[in-house]
């Protein structure tokens, strides 16, 4: 595989693209000595399949709003790669949302899908609007038209999206009630649905949950406990607070939650009605957590993110490239033994590259993160048998998911001096379920 010819090519058809390049990148330089003892591969010219999705769908989305006004926005949904199974990946409304992004998260998502063991192929979708400062009846409004246009390419043995950032399930509710209305169904075509009709328990917090199962596990390796432990991280949205509720369950002490407008460190910890709080913050509306360290009398650090605090683990939480190369130095310096990404593509690639050479135990977030995607696997099931299983039941699955990624990544990432890589581990574990699939069934 020439890593070199394949980018410059893709760069040439998607200038500009820098989110989604930097995603292939990282994946072809992990996968690249397992790729070529494969001839097959480059004779099917698989990795050229691999890169570009299967399709998109864009769209504009006109609504009205509560003025009276019309506004115009844009949507999108990148099927990225089915080889596995019907794609599956979150819909993220936010102003930031354009094509190179969701191009990135798709394709994360088809390998992050592959290592669930669950059938689910990679896709990802959005609009660049924003929930932030709209109506409830804005918000359904705007829902009920991006599903008019979307509801012909989603299907419970098709497309089935969920949530991501700016769409919870206030949001999942009205794009799902637009569908049922269009189809005439009712189908598990969404997951992240309310408990009423058909939601999994345990699904908002698990993408948080599972991040703390894959940490604990990391730490275990190396005979590390992680009670007692210092964790710093970033967010404080429907992620931050499932890591930041397992951790403290776990017995960790979480010190810093962030948001645009800085970070707060609470030397005290970050447990008990101090997390309901978070929720509390995120609910009204507003993109800040300054509030938090007024009401709890701690400190607040304006415009800074909380990478530059001492702690023993650090788990970025909030979006993409949130942690860089000068923060990576910040955590090696002040004795970081583990980072794990509980957002996609939280680090930046020369923060990695740091992580690694100091041999700092590094989880990527299409291993990290999985358990999100993993319950909503578990949700389609559920939706598929008509049944509901209890919060104990999801977690216990949950559990057994994240161990089994845990051993598919050391058993592809361990390197000869004993250190797990736990990024090249990830990226061949999936990369090759899906190649794998994708040979079988011909070049299509």
């Known amino acids: 595989m020439n890593i070199e010819h394949i980018m410059t090519s893709l760069e040439a058809k998607h200038p500009g693209e820098s989110e989604y390049l930097q995603a292939v990148h990282e994946v072809l330089l992990s996968i690249e000595e397992v790729y070529n003892q494969h001839p097959e591969f480059e004779k099917a010219k698989l990795i050229e399949r691999l890169v570009e999705p299967d399709r998109i769908v864009s769209f504009k989305v006109p609504w009205v709003d509560d003025n009276g006004d019309i506004q115009v926005n844009l949507g999108y949904r990148v099927q990225f790669n089915n080889a596995i199974g019907p794609y599956k990946g979150g819909i993220r409304f936010h102003a930031s949302v354009n094509l190179s992004i969701l191009k990135f998260l798709g394709f994360e998502q088809t390998f992050k899908n592959a290592l669930t063991t669950l059938p689910m192929g990679g896709a990802k979708g959005g609009s660049d609007f924003s929930p932030r400062g709209k109506s409830d009846a804005e918000v359904m409004r705007f829902c009920q038209a991006f599903m008019l246009e979307l509801w012909r390419h989603l299907g419970p043995d098709t497309d089935v999206p969920a949530g991501d950032i700016g769409v919870g399930g206030r949001e ?6 637009m569908y049922k209305k269009l189809t005439h169904e009712h189908t598990g075509t969404f997951t992240g649905k309310g408990l009423e009709f058909g939601g999994s328990l345990i699904r908002p917090e ?3 949950y599972g991040g703390l199962y894959f940490v604990k596990q990391m730490l275990a390796t190396k005979g590390i406990d992680i009670a007692g432990k210092r964790i710093a991280i970033s967010g404080f949205g429907n992620v931050a607070w499932g890591a930041a509720s397992k951790a403290t369950q776990l017995g960790a002490k979480v010190v810093t939650i962030s948001g645009p407008d800085g970070y707060v460190y609470d030397p005290d910890g970050i447990s008990g009605e101090k997390i309901d709080y978070m929720l509390e913050l995120r609910a009204s509306g507003e993109d800040i957590v300054a509030p938090y360290a007024e009401k709890y009398g701690v400190q607040f650090f304006p415009g800074k993110r909380p990478w530059e605090q001492k702690v023993d683990i650090a788990l970025p939480c909030a979006t ?6 000068e923060d990576a130095k910040k955590l090696i310096e002040n004795g970081v033994i583990c980072v794990g990404e509980i957002s996609n593509m939280g680090c930046r690639p020369e923060a990695i590259d740091l992580f690694i050479k100091h041999r700092i135990m590094y989880g990527p977030g299409k291993a990290v993160n999985a358990g999100g995607v993993a319950t909503s696997g578990l949700e389609m099931t559920q939706n598929a048998m008509h049944i509901s299983w209890t919060a104990e039941e999801v977690d216990q699955r949950l559990h057994t998911i994240m161990s089994d990624i845990h051993a598919q990544c050391v058993k592809y990432g361990t ?8 990024m090249k581990g990830a990226n061949i574990a999936g990369f090759m379920k899906v190649a794998k699939a994708m040979m079988a069934q011909g070049v299509i």
């Open 172 to 177: 999942v509710g009205y794009m799902f009630g």
């Open 206 to 208: 698990a993408t948080g």
């Open 320 to 325: 993409q490239n949130e942690l860089d190369e």
């Open 415 to 422: 390197e000869p001096d004993g250190y797990i890589n736990y």
